[in-house]
């Protein structure tokens, strides 16, 4: 009877998730589709077409100078405490704890920093750099612990063998546990880059809200949520704002369905 009814309870739970997300989905979807017009991707925005191609660029942009800088440095600093270091490391336990405080921080918060930080002290101004490090500082916490929980999650005894049959600490590493470790890795960065995506505090007071293709890495440039942001806030494109949201979301599932591919892939080689 209990089992039943615990049973009946998870699956409750989960048609409740489900169709909460359906009906944000249809909604947006219902309140967007009509709104779409083939000049909103035109290169340059107008005050006419309030166009999202710019901020689709700069989107583009900032997602992958962020994993550019974020990846390498979670991965690694992940192998390390990991494969490294002592085990039951005082010194690993305080990064553990600090990088999960870290991820609770509100994304206003991360904004404020950078723009004191690399906006200010750094003199970058309001550029897409300074968004793309402000980002870079927000994800490096998930993507570490997702790293370090793939890690662990690979058996002693593939480490034990490639081990035994010779092979150094350095290729046992990169050989045999992080490819292993490669979908669990991916899952992480497929967060980051939904985190990234979605953000639009922390870029309003690091990359600003300038409405046109960038020139540079140091040019200011809104990105889709920021976009969408402002069109809502200005309260004359409430349509193209859902417009927007729907290019959104369709960019979100193709990068969660391309990423889901590429774990496939990799779990399979």
Same mark, same amino acid.
């Given at each position: 009877?209990?089992?039943?009814?615990?049973?009946?309870?998870?699956?409750?739970?989960?048609?409740?998730?489900?169709?909460?997300?359906?009906?944000?989905?249809?909604?947006?979807?219902?309140?967007?589709?009509?709104?779409?017009?083939?000049?909103?991707?035109?290169?340059?925005?107008?005050?006419?077409?309030?166009?999202?191609?710019?901020?689709?660029?700069?989107?583009?942009?900032?997602?992958?100078?962020?994993?550019?800088?974020?990846?390498?440095?979670?991965?690694?600093?992940?192998?390390?405490?990991?494969?490294?270091?002592?085990?039951?490391?005082?010194?690993?336990?305080?990064?553990?704890?600090?990088?999960?405080?870290?991820?609770?921080?509100?994304?206003?918060?991360?904004?404020?920093?950078?723009?004191?930080?690399?906006? @200010?002290?750094?003199? !970058?101004?309001? /550029? #897409? $750099?300074?968004?793309?490090? +402000? %980002?870079? &500082?927000?994800?490096?916490? *998930?993507?570490?612990?997702?790293?370090?929980?793939?890690?662990?999650?690979?058996?002693?005894?593939?480490?034990?063998?490639?081990?035994?049959?010779?092979?150094?600490?350095?290729?046992?590493?990169?050989?045999?546990?992080?490819?292993?470790?490669?979908?669990?890795?991916?899952?992480?960065?497929?967060?980051?880059?939904?985190?990234?995506?979605?953000?639009?505090?922390?870029?309003?007071?690091?990359?600003? @809200?300038?409405?046109? !293709?960038?020139? /540079? #890495? $140091?040019?200011?440039?809104? +990105? %889709?949520? &920021?976009?969408?942001?402002? *069109?809502?806030?200005?309260?004359?494109?409430?349509?193209?704002?859902?417009?927007?949201?729907?290019?959104?979301?369709?960019?979100?599932?193709?990068?969660?369905?391309?990423?889901?591919?590429?774990?496939?892939?990799?779990?399979?080689?």
């Amino acid at each position: 009877m209990t089992s039943r009814l615990l049973r009946g309870l998870v699956y409750f739970a989960a048609a409740i998730t489900v169709g909460v997300l359906a009906l944000i989905v249809v909604y947006i979807l219902a309140r967007g589709i009509p709104h779409l017009r083939l000049d909103m991707f035109s290169p340059v925005y107008t005050t006419t077409n309030v166009s999202m191609f710019p901020a689709i660029v700069n989107t583009l942009i900032l997602t992958v100078v962020s994993l550019m800088i974020a990846v390498p440095l979670g991965v690694f600093a992940a192998v390390y405490m990991v494969e490294y270091a002592r085990r039951g490391s005082r010194a690993v336990a305080l990064v553990r704890v600090t990088a999960e405080t870290l991820s609770g921080i509100p994304s206003i918060i991360y904004g404020l920093f950078g723009l004191l930080f690399f906006v @200010t002290a750094m003199r !970058l101004g309001f /550029s #897409l $750099l300074a968004g793309a490090m +402000t %980002l870079a &500082v927000m994800i490096l916490p *998930l993507i570490l612990r997702t790293t370090e929980e793939a890690l662990l999650a690979v058996p002693d005894m593939y480490r034990e063998g490639a081990f035994g049959l010779g092979a150094g600490r350095l290729r046992t590493v990169f050989r045999i546990v992080l490819p292993s470790a490669a979908p669990g890795i991916l899952a992480g960065i497929i967060l980051a880059v939904g985190r990234i995506v979605g953000e639009t505090a922390a870029l309003v007071y690091t990359s600003g @809200t300038v409405a046109s !293709l960038p020139k /540079s #890495l $140091l040019s200011s440039g809104r +990105t %889709l949520s &920021v976009h969408m942001f402002a *069109l809502y806030s200005e309260g004359l494109y409430v349509g193209q704002a859902y417009a927007t949201a729907v290019v959104l979301l369709v960019i979100v599932v193709a990068i969660n369905a391309l990423s889901g591919f590429i774990a496939k892939r990799v779990a399979k080689g």
